[in-house]
Each structure stands twice: as structure tokens, then as C-alpha cells.
């Protein structure tokens, strides 16, 4: 009986949780209207492309999927 006893004291001094302090995102190093810095990526078929190879000749549009294919 003393360890039901003791185990109904633990759960009643328990704490609710508390969320984590919301940290600040970072400033961005680029700014709108900023050039993009160069960078090369594999495309789907393997052949690495760079955004070097389409300045001046074709407008490019980047779309980021964070959780694309992770199962999240």
C-alpha cells in the first residue's frame, strides 16, 4: 500500500509541459531583388545544371519541397 500511495504523490507533483521558447528565425542573406548566387544541382536524369547556364537566356523559377519524400 505505501508504494500506491507513494506513486499517487508522484503523479500529482508532476509539472504540465511547457512548450520551448520560439526562437527567431535568422535574417536572410538574400534579399528580394537580390541576384541569386550561382549553385549546381543534379537534375532528374543525373546531368549536373547550373544557374550559370541560364543567365541571360531564360528566366528560372526554384520551388523547395522541405518535406517532400520523407514520409512527414
Known amino acids: 500500500m505505501l508504494l500506491a500511495f507513494s506513486g499517487a ?3 500529482q507533483e508532476k509539472k504540465p509541459e511547457t512548450k520551448p521558447a520560439a526562437v527567431a528565425p535568422a535574417e536572410p ?5 537580390d541576384e ?3 549553385f549546381s ?11 550559370h547556364d541560364f ?9 523547395f519541397y522541405v518535406f517532400a519524400f ?3
Open 9 to 11: 504523490l508522484t503523479a
Open 29 to 33: 542573406k538574400i534579399k528580394v531583388g
Open 36 to 38: 541569386a548566387p550561382d
Open 41 to 51: 544541382l543534379l537534375d532528374s536524369s543525373g546531368k549536373v545544371v547550373s544557374l
Open 55 to 63: 543567365k541571360g537566356k531564360k528566366n528560372v523559377a526554384l520551388g
Open 70 to 72: 520523407t514520409g512527414g
